[in-house]
């Protein structure tokens, strides 16, 4: 199957390439003969360009928060926080704050991310909040879940406060320098819209088989692993499945919006049917997989007949069982108790995570025989359904 380069360029939801990528779906749904329901979406587009950070004619470089509002201006000061215990005694208003240390350990979660949102990410984020700084410059790292360096502590279009992130170490220079502070962060936010796709083949038994890989991606990734690789297993498994006429219904999802902080797709596609959890027989999930030094890997969630799965596997040598993993969408089913196979890359933790939401993330990391023996797999266990 001939696959269109745009699964290997930056296409987060409502841009101009996340819209060619549904056309491209959209077409091979209806040309296989599946039934298509098309979901409206309501999103945010982010457009960002070059921003700068200067105090005591040294310049720092700084990468604007995504969806973050925008900020240009000059402030007599700038406060330097590293606890939540101090947090709480200083007044911000007015000022430009630098969050540095335990407060940068891991990026925050969207404000009420439905499916996960810690207690210490609300406190952080309410006190902010109400404290009103200017601006907040966060000092990061290294991404603990992805190639990003540094990350950005906040992405999301419903905090208000404009926000970027700086590396760690010159952050510890920009501490101990004196005089006013100048800030410019060149970042919107605007409102957009998308599709969330959903491709039915209809099943005799009330039950249905989801099988999923979202389509977005973050923005400046060409998302080549993360996740083309997982959109083309998806267009192989539908192929492969498109004369099934088992007992149980199945649903293609190309969830658009797994790299947003909205998750829009998914909202909508459980708001939509209504869902559920009881009615799903089974969850497929492909994220990440295809890495041509690894093996496709598959872990099992809620699974009651683990033996059989296993059994499926030996069958295949470019699949392996792999280790739980929770950072994609079988998660949202897994957590409710639905029986869920994921599939990604066997060497995710080692060598897959490092290039995931960088320019890194390029097609020449895939192979597309482990692509297509993954598919291979997924029709394989849609077949054996038995019950």
Known sequence: MDYPDLLFRERPIGTENNWAILHFLSGKMQEWGYEVETIPLKCKLWKKGISSLERGRVSFDIYPGPFSPGYEGLVPQMLYINSLDYLKTENLHGKIVLLYDDLCREPLMPKDFPFFYPDDHKILIDLLEEKQPLAIIAATGKHPMS?????????????????????????????????????????????????????RRPGQKKKKVVVCAHMDTKYDTPGAIDNGAGVMA?????????????????????????????????????????????????????????????????????????????QLVDGFPKITKGPLWYAGDHSMFAFQGVPCLALTSSNLFEEVISLTHTPKDTPDHLDNTLIKEAAAFVAEVVNSLKH
């Open 147 to 199: 190639g990003q360096n540094p990350f950005s502590l906040f992405e999301d279009g419903n905090f208000s406060i404009p926000n970027a992130c700086m590396d760690a170490e010159p952050a510890r220079e920009l501490i101990y320098l004196k005089g006013p502070v100048s800030l410019l962060l060149n970042s919107e936010a605007l409102d957009a819209s998308s599709l969330q796709l959903i491709a």
């Open 234 to 310: 998806l267009l192989e498994a539908m192929h492969l499945l498109k004369d099934y006429r088992g007992r149980y219904e199945l649903e293609f999802v190309p969830f658009n919006g797994e790299e947003y902080f909205g998750v829009s797709g998914q909202l909508a596609y459980l708001d939509q049917q209504e869902i559920s959890y009881d009615h799903i027989a089974l969850v497929v999930n492909m994220d990440s997989l295809g890495h041509k030094n690894g093996k496709a890997a598959v872990s099992q969630y809620n699974i009651q007949d683990e033996k059989s799965i296993d």
